[in-house]
């Protein structure tokens, strides 16, 4: 696609549920990013994909955060009984190749709010 | 492990003022720096980049030099414009995990 699409674009559940959190990044970057953005704070990194697989895990809050990729493309950001303090922005970025040069392109985010 | 370290905010200033927004990192190799702006409402997106040592990154009047010496990248513009308030965040690449400051939140008062 001509940019990253994340959905929902809004997503308000209720505290306790699962939520799925979906990416769809630039046509052939290999590596993904999710972030967390708390209401005026800055960007928490959560996971860090490249193709399928996730170097990079270090961000995940607890374990009811998972993170999936399949097919080097699509990815969905999992919380399990969600919580209050999960309620942020959470943003997806993609990046061509591995290399330190290219810059990141982020969708516009999920917005999810526990109630 | 890596960081960047963010002025804080909010800052405000009038219109037609300088600009300073102060960025220091810390990384193990040799990464890539970056501006990144996110204005009202809007997704983040790129402002400015550099890649080596002494490298200009510029867009929008807006300027950053890489720094090695004192492992710095902060962000300049000589004249601000209302259209320029924002949430400013670096960033650095070393060589996979993106790393981002906490933002500066910028506002320019007519």
């Known amino acids: 696609g001509a940019g990253v699409s994340q959905s929902p674009s809004n997503k308000v559940t209720e505290k306790g549920k699962d939520v799925e959190l979906r990416c769809d990044p630039i046509?052939?970057?290999?590596?993904l990013y999710w972030y967390r953005q708390s209401l005026g704070q800055g960007l928490e990194f959560l996971i860090y994909f490249q193709g399928n697989s996730a170097p990079d895990k270090s961000g995940l809050p607890s374990d009811r955060f998972s993170a999936e990729r399949t097919g080097g493309s699509v990815s969905t950001l999992t919380i399990q009984r969600t919580q209050q303090e999960d309620s942020a922005v959470y943003l997806c970025?993609?990046?061509?190749?591995?290399?330190?040069?290219?810059?990141?392109?982020f969708g516009q985010g999920t917005r999810l709010t526990v109630v | 492990g890596d960081s960047v370290t963010q002025m804080e905010g909010p800052v405000t200033l009038s219109e037609e003022a300088f600009l300073t927004i102060n960025c220091t990192y810390t990384a193990t190799g040799y990464p890539s720096l970056f501006w990144y702006v996110q204005y009202p409402g809007e997704g983040l997106q790129l402002l400015l980049k550099?890649?080596?040592?002494?490298d200009k990154g510029s867009n929008k009047g807006f300027e950053a030099t890489y720094r090695k010496e004192t492992t710095s990248f902060h962000l300049e513009k000589g004249s601000v414009q209302v259209s320029d308030s924002a949430v400013y965040f670096c960033a650095l690449n070393d060589p996979q995990k993106l790393t981002f400051g906490t933002g500066t939140r910028l506002t320019i008062i007519p």
């Open positions: 970025a993609s990046r061509l190749g591995r290399g330190a040069v290219t810059e990141a392109f």
């Open positions: 046509s052939g970057h290999t590596a």
């Open positions: 550099a890649t080596k040592a002494d």
